[in-house]
């Protein structure tokens, strides 16, 4: 199935995983350090009820908050002078958009546009040309002449939707051992770039 299939189909921890592995994999554009977000990936592990209603809401909304506190900082560089600093408005974006309420309507929609803003943050970081294909031709499956930075983070957007679905709460540790080697190469990337210009 297509990233798109995927999303359409995922329950509500999948969708709250998908998009918070998106946000994950960005923090560091956030300034953020890799544990940051670590409760809120515990929230999607503690309970078998997570989508039923039971335990992890109010759970969820708080380290929501908490999360937001750390991370949404001041001085958000403008898009247009880097392609760092479109790609930290679109994390910060992602960032402020995490529903604290848990309907699969308000997730789906928050899963999805992360979905986009991670290909796009990826794109723009990326050495390599993505070919004339729009990012919503790679979510949709058409992945002809990708660069290996999109290429890798459609992959891991894949392959965590499938786990979730696949494995329900077993599988949140592997999506986050996921997310954490993107979140790697991410810091990387901005790393060299940053050389880059000085």
């Given at each position: 199935?297509?990233?798109?299939?995927?999303?359409?189909?995922?329950?509500?921890?999948?969708?709250?995983?998908?998009?918070?592995?998106?946000?994950?994999r960005c923090v560091p554009l956030l300034g953020g350090d890799d544990e940051i977000l670590r409760p809120l990936w515990a929230s999607l592990a503690e309970s078998e009820g997570w989508g039923e209603g039971e335990g992890w809401g109010e759970d969820w909304g708080e380290r929501v908050e908490q999360a937001r506190a750390k991370l949404d900082l001041p001085g958000v560089p403008e898009g247009g002078v880097f392609a760092e600093g479109e790609a930290t408005v679109l994390a910060h974006r992602m960032l402020g958009a995490v529903p604290v309420d848990r309907a699969a309507g308000n997730l789906r929609e928050w899963a999805d546009a992360c979905?986009?803003?991670?290909l796009q943050i990826h794109r723009l970081l990326d050495a390599a040309s993505d070919g004339a294909a729009s990012v919503t031709a790679r979510r949709e499956g058409r992945t002809q002449d990708m660069s290996p930075l999109v290429a890798a983070e459609l992959r891991r957007q894949v392959a965590i939707l499938e786990l979730l679905s696949a494995h329900g709460p077993a599988g949140v540790r592997q999506a986050l051992a996921l997310s954490t080697e993107g979140r790697r190469v991410l810091r990387a990337v901005v790393s060299r770039r940053a050389r880059g210009r000085v």
């Open positions: 199935m297509s990233l798109v299939e995927l999303i359409a189909q995922a329950d509500e921890r999948g969708l709250a995983a998908s998009g918070l592995a998106c946000l994950d979905s986009v803003a991670a």
